[in-house]
Structure formats: C-alpha cells, structure tokens
Nanobody
Framework: QVQLVESGGGLVQAGGSLRLSCVAS????????MAWYRQAPGKQRELVAS???????TYADSVKGRFTISRDNANNTVTLPMNSLKPEDTGVYYC??????????????WGKGTLVTVSS
C-alpha cells in the first residue's frame, strides 16, 4: 500500500505565498508523474501542475508564472511553492502520483488533500 501525505496548506491574504509538500511512502519501486490538483467549492477537480520523473512540467494557465512544481525522486516528494496567491486559488489541493510498485504495474494514488484559503 502507498500513502500520499500533503502539508503546507493554510490561510493567506491575497498576494501572499504558501508552499505545499507531498511525501509518498509505502511499497514504491518508482513514481512516474506526480501532480497537484485542486478542487474549489462547487467546482470539479482540476490539474494545477504536474511533473514527470524526468522533470518535464505542465501547468494550468491560471497558475503559470506564480506556481513552480518540483520533485525529489530520491525521497518521493513533490513540492509546490505558490506565490502571488489570488482568492480564486482557494480550494482543497490534492497530491497525485502514478506509482510503480513492481515491474509492469502502475497504480494511481491520491492524498487526502490540504486546504488553501486565500482571503481578499
């Protein structure tokens, strides 16, 4: 079994910064893509940013230039520093990882989420 544990959420004023972290633990041989998603109240979950094991990144247009995703493959962690936060960034942020527990097997895991609230 694999667990993803997020940390770093909280309440911040518009224009402020937060740094999210996620650690994966358990039966892990390797991890392919790691990503952050978010879900605002009354909205569907959306991709915020992702990063492959090789370091290729993608971002939602709404966060480009403000958020930067990075990962530490040796420690199975992914971080998301978030700058210039806006009220529309408010939501529950979920860590996602495509884990390879053994050869020829890929399993998608989700963390329980961490709440980010940006006040205006």
């Amino acid at each position: 079994q694999v667990q993803l544990v997020e940390s770093g959420g909280g309440l911040v004023q518009a224009g402020g910064s937060l740094r999210l972290s996620c650690v994966a633990s358990g039966r892990i041989s390797s991890i392919n893509t790691m990503a952050w998603y978010r879900q605002a109240p009354g909205k569907q979950r959306e991709l915020v940013a992702s990063i492959t094991s090789g370091g290729t990144t993608t971002y939602a247009d709404s966060v480009k230039g403000r958020f930067t995703i990075s990962r530490d493959n040796a420690n199975n962690t992914v971080t998301l520093p978030m700058n210039s936060l806006k009220p529309e960034d408010t939501g529950v942020y979920y860590c996602n990882a495509e884990v390879v527990p053994r050869a020829s097997t890929r399993i998608n895991y989700w963390g329980k989420g961490t709440l980010v609230t940006v006040s205006s």
